[in-house]
């Protein structure tokens, strides 16, 4: 499976994005699509993570109540509307892809992934 993911660009504080992940093919088997981002000098972080079944979702504390990720299978692409945006959220956004049900947060648990694509948030 490839991964593509798109939508990021400059963004005031306060204001919003919406990044895009889209699927080479669809994967029918049980799988999680997460965003991570990693910003200057720190650690790749899970931000937010979606089951194909279920369509569970988990976030990390610092992006709960702003962002929201959702999914349309019959487009293969996840989406994660960023809402609320402050400078703390700029780094470069992946998305990644996991077979399973379990909602991982680590990078090792995601063998596929995207390029990422820079989000810069301006005070």
């Known amino acids: 499976v490839q991964l593509q993911a798109s939508g990021g660009g400059l963004a005031q504080a306060g204001g919003s994005l919406r990044l895009s992940c889209v699927a080479s093919r669809r994967t029918y088997s049980s799988h999680i699509i997460s965003w991570f981002r990693q910003a200057p000098g720190k650690e790749r972080e899970f931000v937010a993570g979606?089951?194909?079944?279920?369509?569970?979702?988990g976030y990390t504390d610092s992006v709960k109540g702003r962002f929201t990720i959702s999914r349309d299978n019959a487009k293969n692409t996840v989406y994660l509307q960023m809402n609320s945006l402050k400078p703390d959220d700029t780094g470069v956004y992946y998305c990644?892809?996991?077979?399973?049900?379990?909602?991982?947060?680590?990078?090792?648990?995601?063998?596929?992934w995207g390029q990422g694509t820079q989000v810069t948030v301006s005070s």
């Open positions: 979606i089951t194909s079944n279920e369509r569970r979702t």
């Open positions: 990644a892809l996991r077979e399973g049900s379990l909602m991982q947060t680590r990078m090792g648990d995601y063998p596929w």
